[in-house]
């Protein structure tokens, strides 16, 4: 469920409309800070919920979950930054996949919200296995990114590793062409 471009997107059962999934988190969205992903749990896979499914946006600096109550008519909005997760893993399952997130604060505010798995660890059911994996990369992405990673690591890649990166991320629908050349061209000018 990665549509950047506001284009509506397919979550199984139903269709959500980028636009108005972004329109209920608005004013919670600091300035320039841009949703990348947009994964809602199934209503039918094991571990939904048939009535009120949270949803999960993966912005470029932290990830949100919109917890709707109420029969839709109220919502908790509950956010984790990339800087206070310490690891995340995906569980696949036989029809959708469980997202693992853990770090101080982080287990205790997931396990209120979601059910812990036999580890004793939080777990987001029910997202559907495509949007799961491009969930946690982006998590990994935002963690190395947070933690300096990509300043020291980009210093010891070659161009081709640089750029094989971009096309990665061009390819889970993180960034769109556009996007991809302006930061290709940027790069083939650096060497």
């Known amino acids: 469920m990665s549509s950047l471009n506001g284009d509506d997107v397919d979550a199984g059962e139903e269709k959500i409309s980028h636009a108005d999934e972004i329109a209920k988190i608005k004013k919670y969205l600091k300035p320039g800070e841009q949703v990348l992903l ?7 896979l094991p571990g939904g919920t048939m009535i009120n499914p949270n949803t999960i946006f993966a912005t470029d600096r932290r990830l ?3 917890n709707p109550r109420n029969l ?13 997760i310490t690891s995340v893993n995906i569980e696949n399952g036989m029809l959708s996949s469980e997202v693992v997130i853990t770090g101080p604060g ?3 505010d997931l396990g209120d919200l979601f059910h812990l ?3 004793g ?12 994996t ?3 990369n982006i998590i990994n992405d935002g963690i190395e990114r947070v933690r300096g990673g990509y300043g020291a690591s980009a210093r010891s890649t070659t161009p081709y590793d640089e750029l094989k990166k971009l096309k990665e991320l061009l390819d889970l629908g993180i960034i769109n062409q556009s996007e991809f050349d302006a930061k290709k061209k940027e790069l083939l000018e650096r060497y």
């Open 64 to 66: 949100l979950i919109r």
């Open 72 to 84: 839709g008519l109220r919502s908790n909005l509950h956010e984790i930054w990339y800087s206070a």
């Open 117 to 119: 798995n036999a580890n």
């Open 106 to 108: 982080v287990t205790e």
């Open 134 to 136: 491009k969930l946690v």
């Open 121 to 132: 660890l939080p777990g987001i059911p029910a997202i559907p296995k495509e949007e799961a």
């Open 38 to 44: 947009i994964a809602r749990q199934s209503r039918v």
